[in-house]
């Protein structure tokens, strides 16, 4: 069992920045992040592989967005720049033995989510 705890999530005005965290309580394949705004679907934004520099984004926040990992902690994090309001989502890191991708069904634990909110 892997345990995953969010930070790092509140309120800013469009073209700010944030850092999320990703605590985890052991080492798995594969770390994504994912939001859902309401009445839309999870989206899978990126994700990373334990140890390897292989890492994915999604169109829609890359150049933007970055994940990255500290795996002496182990923590996975988010950088976040020039937000915009349709980045409004509530935010979740999960955690895969089997995938690194951005299925929601390849990810076995999740963490309880952190809300961004972007004004505009």
């Known amino acids: 069992q892997v345990q995953l705890v969010e930070s790092g999530g509140g309120s800013v005005q469009s073209g700010g920045s944030l850092r999320l965290s990703c605590a985890a309580s052991?080492?798995?394949?594969?770390t994504g992040w994912f939001r859902q705004a309401p009445g839309k679907e999870s989206e899978g934004i990126a994700s990373?592989?334990?140890?390897?520099?292989?890492?994915y984004h999604a169109n829609s926040v890359k150049g933007r967005f970055t994940v990255s990992q500290d795996n002496a902690k182990p923590m996975v994090y988010l950088q976040m720049n020039s937000l915009r309001p349709e980045d409004t989502a509530m935010y979740y890191c999960?955690?895969?033995?089997?995938?690194?991708?951005?299925?929601?069904?390849?990810?076995?634990?999740w963490g309880q989510g952190t809300q961004v909110t972007v004004s505009s």
């Open positions: 999960a955690a895969s033995w089997t995938a690194c991708s951005t299925r929601p069904r390849d990810y076995t634990y």
């Open positions: 052991g080492l798995t394949l594969c």
């Open positions: 990373i592989y334990t140890g390897r520099d292989i890492i």
